[in-house]
């Protein structure tokens, strides 16, 4: 197997050893660790949402440790600057030269914890990475290491003091995900795993293994970049995204980013699956999160007890599947 | 009406111990009013029992209820005059009746009045005060204020009574009866297998019982509500001081007459001017005022502080219910020409039995609850019965679209190298399988993912094998423009008809393969 060239068996195998992998440390919360896969092989970014303490930083670091990459953590509070996330030039006397010290954003992974606990001029500040995969200190870029993946975590409670992420850069997001409680059997699991000969509750990495590198994380998304889309499969993802902007209950719907999205996400679906094609089915089921961080919901149905999630299970029922 | 010569003693009386002094009256003066009374009440039942043809006799305790409005008048005319001292004959009490009938509103009072529930306390204003028209509801509707609703309990409680003493005289009969005739009259009553005498005899019995209780109830009902009547306008018109005074006048006088008492009285006048200095009276008689007759201002000052003090400046909240719409009251109560009565008799018939019907059909409605729940359930549970989509995915999948042999259809297809029409048109004769034969709601929305899983639900495991492959070579070749392999595509022909054939008992957990 080489590193620049993965056929697609190989790299269906290696998303496969991922999930495995991941697996073994996050227990349950399997469709978590499928769309966060789809974001990193499709080249996005995801927000994912749920109350504290159901592992989101531990499925970061797992993933991290899997794909053997650089992991960085940056807990977002009320007064963090916009270069405490990408970095500064500092003048160093002894030298008498100016340096460049590097923010966290340059790592592979970046987790945002809490992203909504800063305000939009630091939240801002993750825009340009995130687009451009760049940082621009001083009027220079620098590049971040590939693969980049931004996880921001927003908890669903305690929304006093926050600073909901303006539409722009929610829609850098390829996927939200929501994280939910695990089922019984799955936390007993857990707990097992956590506590099994264990000093604290931080759950042992030692134990799993980098089974991918960066460059075959890269590798992975150049083969899922060129799975085939067929025209009635594209023009049926255009078309779901087309019908969320006139919809009855909807504020406003997704722009083209959302359709691009759809086929990006659905190409790594499909890729997971060891398709090197996309079908319908793909992008029915990556279009809930795709699209629920693009759509705004009109009060009335957010005051009736309506989420977006709601909303585009009936868009999908009423859009037509693609005709062949 | 002379006050000197009432034979209660008026006190103000709350309204149960009014009732009570109703009922007293009736036991104290017995003797005079039952003997016009029963001559009354059972001579008019008796020419009922002897005009009535002996088929509808049964209905003659509804005809003496109906009519108790009429003894009222009688039974009221002999209370109010023993009231107030005056023994009344039997023969004057019979010589009133027609009078009575005339000047009482009986008219309203048997039609459109008789299901009132303060009929009682009304008709001492009907036929004792003589009132007609605004004054007479006027009247009503202050004597009202604070005794219809004890009138109203008191026809209430007096129904009742009634129904006590009937069921007791016929339990009675049941217990002093050695024979089961009489509890077999009564089981019979309810499945009609009665023979006609007797049937005769237990209509008589009937007839007698509820008019013994009528006889012994009716007298202390209106005693009841006459004395609370009474109580009333004690109430308002301050009888109790009235005679109080009227006896303190009366002892005055006779005092006066006596010589002796004369000189004492002098003497204590005299006595009593000495010791207080300002007199108690002013030495004109006819105005009891002060020495000095104030300026208003000053008198109104006065007054103001005297209303200032504990005993007048009490003040309470009573909160009540009052009606909006008086106009309606007014209404109501006011008297009626013959035409207008008929009109207003009509209405309330009318009135009446709606209401009869409505509770008639609440009954029947819980009765038949079952029949009519069953009946709502086909509306409640039959799902919209779609017909089967004809196009699906732009696919035309009419039956009579398709070839016969479908599998042959295709394979000759796939021969001659058109591999996409050849897997299109099975994939096609697939859905119209589902959506005719099986009947699977398929809509326009859903996917080739989507129909698996619903028919996954509905058809045989081998089927849904079979169905899996078609859709995965139909995928592939409609969304990677790949033919699949001959060899792979060979089986899915051979399959066609295994899939078309559904075994009889299918069912949806599926059972053995065809």
Redesign the interface.
């Given at each position: 197997m080489t590193t620049n060239s993965l056929t697609l068996e190989q790299a269906s195998e290696l998303a496969g050893r991922i999930r495995h992998e991941i697996g073994k440390a996050l227990i349950g919360q399997k469709q978590v660790v499928r769309e966060t896969l789809i974001a990193l092989l499709a080249g996005g970014h995801v927000l994912i949402e749920g109350v504290p303490g159901l592992g989101k930083t531990l499925l970061v670091r797992v993933l991290a440790h899997t794909i053997a990459g650089q992991f960085a953590r940056i807990q977002f509070t009320p007064d963090l600057m916009p270069a405490d996330i990408s970095g500064h030039v500092l003048f160093d006397m002894q030298n008498q030269r100016f340096n460049v010290r590097k923010g966290p954003v340059f790592t592979h992974l970046l987790l945002a914890d809490e992203i909504n606990r800063a305000p939009a001029k630091t939240q801002s500040a993750l825009l340009e990475v995130m687009q451009e995969q760049q940082v621009t200190i001083e009027g220079k870029a620098y590049p971040v290491p590939l693969p980049f993946m931004t996880l921001a975590t927003q908890n669903p409670l305690e929304q006093e003091g926050t600073y909901p992420l303006p539409e722009a850069q929610l829609d850098r997001f390829l996927l939200k995900i929501f994280i939910e409680y695990p089922t019984l059997e799955e936390e007993a699991e857990m707990v097992t795993v956590v506590t099994d000969q264990q000093i604290g509750d931080r759950f042992n990495l030692a134990s799993l293994q980098a089974v991918v590198t960066p460059e075959q994380v890269l590798a992975m998304q150049t083969v899922a970049a060129n799975i085939?889309v067929?025209t009635?499969?594209l023009d049926y993802a255009v078309r779901i995204t087309r019908a969320t902007r006139q919809w009855q209950g909807l504020r406003f719907g997704a722009g083209p980013r959302g359709s691009i999205a759809l086929v990006r996400a659905a190409r790594a679906n499909a890729m997971l699956e060891g398709r090197?094609?996309?079908?319908?089915?793909d992008i029915?089921?990556i279009c809930l999160p795709v699209l629920r961080h693009r759509v705004s919901l009109a009060p009335e149905m957010e005051l009736e007890g309506y989420n977006s999630d709601h909303l585009l299970k009936a868009v999908?029922?009423?859009?037509?599947?693609?005709?062949? | 009406m002379k006050l000197d010569s009432i034979t209660a003693h008026i006190r103000l009386r709350t309204p149960w111990e009014a009732a009570d002094l109703g009922f007293a009256l009736v036991q104290h003066n017995a003797r005079w009013i039952f003997p016009a009374w029963t001559l009354l009440l059972f001579s008019l039942v008796l020419i009922l029992w002897l005009l009535i043809p002996a088929d509808y006799r049964m209905y003659i305790p509804w005809l003496v209820w109906w009519l108790k409005p009429l003894f009222d008048r009688v039974l009221l005319h002999i209370l109010s005059h023993q009231m107030f001292d005056q023994r009344l004959s039997t023969a004057d009490i019979f010589s009133a009746i027609p009078r009575l009938f005339h000047t009482t509103g009986l008219l309203g009072g048997l039609i459109w009045r008789r299901l009132s529930f303060s009929r009682g306390f009304n008709l001492s204003i009907w036929q004792l005060e003589q009132l007609r028209g605004k004054a007479r509801s006027d009247r009503q509707h202050l004597l009202h204020v604070q005794a219809h609703s004890h009138a109203v309990w008191i026809t209430l409680g007096c129904i009742l009574l009634e129904l006590v003493v009937l069921f007791s005289l016929y339990a009675l009969i049941l217990l002093l009866d050695p024979t089961d005739g009489s509890w077999d009259y009564i089981s019979s009553a309810f499945d009609d297998m009665a023979e006609t005498e007797e049937r005769l005899w237990g209509t008589l019995i009937y007839v007698c019982l509820y008019t013994l209780s009528v006889w012994l109830i009716e007298p202390l009902y209106v005693a009841a509500s006459f004395s609370l009547y009474l109580n009333r306008r004690t109430q308002l018109e301050a009888w109790d001081i009235e005679l109080a005074f009227r006896n303190l006048g009366d002892r005055l006088r006779t005092l006066a007459q006596t010589p002796l008492a004369m000189v004492l009285a002098i003497l204590l006048i005299i006595t009593a001017s000495s010791l207080s200095t300002p007199p108690a009276l002013a030495e004109d008689t006819s105005e009891s005022l002060a020495e000095t007759r104030l300026p208003p201002e000053e008198a109104q000052t006065q007054i103001d502080a005297i209303m200032q003090r504990e005993e007048f400046a009490q003040m309470r909240t009573v909160t009540r219910w009052e009606r909006i719409n008086k106009e309606d009251e007014l209404e109501k109560n006011k008297s009626y020409s013959i035409p207008e009565a008929l009109q207003v008799l009509f209405a309330n018939l009318l009135k009446i039995m709606l209401w009869v019907a409505v509770i008639v059909m609440v009954v029947l409605a819980f009765v038949y609850r079952r029949q009519l729940l069953a009946l709502l359930k086909p509306l409640q549970r039959k799902p919209e019965q779609k017909p089967a989509p004809d196009i699906l995915?732009?696919?035309d999948i009419r039956p009579e679209s398709l070839p016969d042999d479908i599998a042959a259809a295709s394979r000759r297809l796939w021969e001659a190298g058109q591999q996409r029409e050849a897997l299109?048109l099975l994939y096609r004769g697939a859905l119209m399988r589902l959506t005719r034969h099986d009947r699977l709601p398929v809509?326009?929305?859903?996917?080739?993912?989507?129909i698996l899983q619903l028919a996954a639900m509905h058809i045989t495991p081998h089927r849904a094998t079979w169905l899996r492959a078609v859709t995965r070579a139909w995928?592939?070749i409609?969304?990677?423009?790949?033919s699949p392999a001959t060899a792979l595509v060979e089986p899915l022909f051979d399959g066609w008809a295994g899939f078309i054939h559904v075994p009889p008992a299918e069912s949806v957990t599926g059972g053995n393969p065809a």
């Open positions: 085939a067929d009635a499969v090197d094609f996309v079908h319908p089915d029915k089921q999908l029922e009423k859009t037509e599947a693609p005709r062949k | 995915f732009g696919m299109s809509q326009d929305s859903h996917t080739e993912g989507d995928q592939e409609a969304y990677a423009h790949r």
